[in-house]
């Protein structure tokens, strides 16, 4: 099972100003995500990007299994599932079901809880020209250290770019 961490942070590390606020990621860039995303067909997120993205209606992602992590007891459909699992036990929920890649695309405690778990395969980072000094991170403070190796360079944009990085395992998935 293949999972890839897609995050859209400024170069120090935000992924939302105040109030889940991610106006600041450029147009070319969502839509690049939800083409990847779409290709992968399994989204695994926590509670506040899903609630987030279900008011714009762009979650749950049709055409795609959307996994949302929460301890809150919400009512799981054919393409969403709600649960509180370890990250190891839902890669085996989600692999019996026929899936052999995942994207996790956030938040910030959800990237670190699969981060720390050693559950991440690769890392696909598109830099937004911005800076700011408030705002949600793009791994929240738990304990955990991953070394990575860097896969490729891409230019998106005049001012976007993106970086693909291995993450290397540290023995203990």
Known sequence: MKITLFIAP?????????????????NRDWLLFLK????????????NTYEQGAMSKVFPLKGCMNV??????????DNCIFTNAHPKQILKLIEKRGYKHAA?????VANSVFMSANCV????????????????RGFAE??????LKLI???KLSADEIRLRYKVLKSGKR
């Open 10 to 26: 400024t170069p120090n590390g935000f992924i939302a100003k105040p109030g889940n606020d991610t106006s600041f990621v450029s």
């Open 36 to 47: 990847d995303v779409k290709k992968i067909k399994c989204v695994i997120m926590g509670r």
């Open 68 to 77: 949302v992590l929460t301890r809150e007891k919400m009512k799981s459909t």
């Open 104 to 108: 996790l695309i956030g938040g910030g």
């Open 121 to 136: 395969d690769e890392l696909c980072l598109d830099f937004m020209p911005r800076i700011f000094g408030k705002g949600i």
């Open 142 to 147: 738990i304990d955990f250290e991953n070394r």
């Open 152 to 154: 490729s360079i891409r």
